[in-house]
């Protein structure tokens, strides 16, 4: 069983930077292949980022160039490091890791508002 605790949200004008961060527990943390998605209102669950346990990552075209994910291993963290915000970025942002089963953190809500 592996818990994912997402931390770093809030509000921020547009153009600002935030850092999310996923804390997971558990074993074998390293060979989970771990992404962040976000919600917005009123709308379906989309994938942001994603990271393999090779450290290979890819990006949702509207994240391409301003976001970059990141895994600590040792420390059992991934990143989501988000520049040059936007309001439609706005939404709660979830920590999702898959190693046989998936599993998903609590969420946290970015807004990103003048």
């Known amino acids: 069983q592996v818990q994912l605790v997402e931390s770093g949200g809030g509000l921020v004008q547009p153009g600002g930077s935030l850092r999310l961060s996923c804390a997971a527990s558990?074993?074998?943390?390293?060979?989970?292949?771990m992404g962040w998605y976000r919600q917005a209102p009123g709308k379906q669950r989309e994938l942001v980022a994603h990271?393999?346990?090779?450290?290979?990552?890819n990006y949702a075209d509207s994240a391409k160039g301003r976001f970059t994910i990141s895994r600590d291993n040792a420390r059992k963290m991934v990143y989501l490091q988000m520049n040059s915000l936007r309001p439609e970025d706005t939404g709660v942002y979830f920590c999702?890791?898959?190693?046989?089963?998936?599993?998903w953190g609590q969420g946290t809500q970015v807004t990103v508002s003048s």
């Open positions: 999702n890791g898959i190693y046989g089963h998936v599993y």
């Open positions: 558990g074993s074998f943390f390293n060979l989970y292949h």
């Open positions: 990271i393999n346990s090779s450290g290979d990552t």
